[in-house]
Nanobody, 114 residues
Framework: QVQVVESGGGLVQPGGSLRLSCAAS????????MGWYRQAPGNQRELVAS???????NYANSVKDRFTISRDNAKYTLYLQMNSLKPEDTAVYYC????????WGQGTQVTVSS
């Protein structure tokens, strides 16, 4: 199956950190640029970070200098280290290729609240 499973979300206080993981299967993970997306209630899904097959990264302005995307091609796993979290980071986080080759997973909920 061409699928992803996200994990690592939770409830954290403002200023805290979380590390998300995305386990992928079904296609040659190392071939594709990957992204972390998020969707807050009432908003469209947005791309927050991406990483090319070679490891080049890009970030949305809203998360730049706070989030770090990385990948382990041998483990077919994508990561998102999130530091200095803000309430506006609250959302369901998803992973996929940049052209949506994987069936969307259920995502992992991140809630930033005191």
């Amino acid at each position: 199956q061409v699928q992803v499973v996200e994990s690592g979300g939770g409830l954290v206080q403002p200023g805290g950190s979380l590390r998300l993981s995305c386990a992928a299967s079904g296609i040659r993970f190392s071939f594709y640029a990957m992204g972390w997306y998020r969707q807050a209630p009432g908003n469209q899904r947005e791309l927050v970070a991406s990483i090319s097959s070679r490891g080049n990264t890009n970030y949305a302005n809203s998360v730049k200098d706070r989030f770090t995307i990385s990948r382990d091609n041998a483990k077919y796993t994508l990561y998102l280290q999130m530091n200095s979290l803000k309430p506006e980071d609250t959302a369901v986080y998803y992973c996929n290729t940049l052209d949506y080759r994987y069936t969307w997973g259920q995502g992992t909920q991140v809630t930033v609240s005191s």
